[in-house]
């Protein structure tokens, strides 16, 4: 198969941020192992805040090739731009113990372009927050 730029499958194949249905993105960081396991040391929103503000990179492990980078790879390589921040933070809420089924259908997370927002408890983030 050859990948031409507007072919979808290639872009999402390589993770790219421009795709028609970036949810895959979310969907797929919900299946991850490490952020699993780190939310259980999620108890309330600021311990998830506090979690990945910790993280000291700020670009993707990509660099600026408009590729995401999941939660797993970013607990891995301690480095994230603010999308990928917002993916984490996502994951480890969705994961958490501490939240109620009730809680966790109402988070949401918005992905407009090339920004991403995380929508809960009465709060809003987006990937500069943290």
């Not at 507007?6 to 872009?11: E, Y």
């Not at 919900?30 to 503000?53: F, H, I, P, Q």
Request: net charge negative.
């Amino acid at each position: 198969m050859t990948c031409g730029p507007s072919d979808a499958a290639c872009l999402y194949t390589f993770r790219h941020i421009d795709v028609p249905d970036p949810s895959v993105y979310v969907s797929a960081a919900l299946n991850g192992y490490k952020s699993l396991l780190r939310s259980a040391e999620v108890s309330n929103l600021d311990d998830a805040v506090s979690m990945v503000s910790q993280i000291p990179g700020r670009e993707s492990i990509f660099g600026g090739s408009n590729r995401v980078a999941l939660p797993d790879e970013v607990l891995l390589f301690d480095t994230a731009n603010g999308n990928e921040r917002m993916l984490l933070l996502y994951a480890l809420l969705m994961h958490s113990p501490a939240f109620p089924r009730s809680d966790k259908d109402a988070f949401s997370i918005e992905q407009a372009s090339y920004s991403w927002s995380i929508r809960c408890l009465n709060r809003e983030f987006v990937g500069t927050d943290l």
